[in-house]
């Protein structure tokens, strides 16, 4: 009888470990997320550092003409000169070498409000709220507070979003700036 209680004990001992380690490669794999929410988390990624390639390699259809918006160059003329003014993604891209851990231009938390699959699994729509901090010394702020409403579908083995729209819900950045303003406005 011993013996058979000594067993059940390591077994039981045996199926904790087995329950850990399966929480801890579900939370290291991302588990429970589907591709088209990892692909759309590599777009944005491509978004933030300005990675023109990815993006166009996994937009289609209307995603296009948000890539088109980020990645495509714009200059102007000012007094008979073209002055280049380059892209808001070369212009991510060149903001991102120069952060530290003690001044990371983004960190970024997000919820999924919601993920609608076609019946044959071959399409997602997603909406995902996604709110960024900005780290000021050891502080962490939030800066923006955005929705993003995607469509993906599944193309030759590939997830590729066929829709991407970006909503701004807050903008914390802006409104301190106002509350400043206002400040200075009652001091004169």
């Known amino acids: 009888m011993r013996l058979l209680a000594g067993g059940c004990r390591a077994a039981r001992v045996a199926a904790t470990a087995v329950v850990v380690v399966a929480a801890a490669l579900a939370a290291a794999c991302g588990m429970g997320e589907s591709a088209a929410y990892q692909a759309y988390k590599t777009f944005v990624g491509a978004v933030v550092r300005g990675d023109c390639d990815t993006l166009y390699a996994m937009a289609e259809q209307e995603a296009l003409a948000y890539v088109d918006g980020h990645c495509k160059r714009r200059s102007i003329v000012l007094m ?68 993003h409403t995607v469509s993906a579908r599944l193309h030759n083995g590939q997830w590729k979003l066929t829709r991407f729209r970006e909503e701004i819900l807050r903008d914390y950045g802006g409104e301190e700036a106002a509350r400043q303003s206002a400040a200075e406005k009652q001091g004169k």
Do not use: C, M
């Open 80 to 147: 008979g000169k073209t002055i280049d003014l380059g892209s808001p993604a070369s212009n991510l891209a060149s903001i991102r070498p120069h952060s530290t851990p003690f001044n990371d231009p983004i960190s970024l938390e997000r919820t999924i409000e919601s993920e609608t699959r076609s019946p044959d699994s071959k399409s997602i729509d997603l909406v995902v709220l996604e709110k960024s901090y900005q780290r000021r010394g050891s502080v962490r702020e939030p800066s923006w507070l955005r929705r």
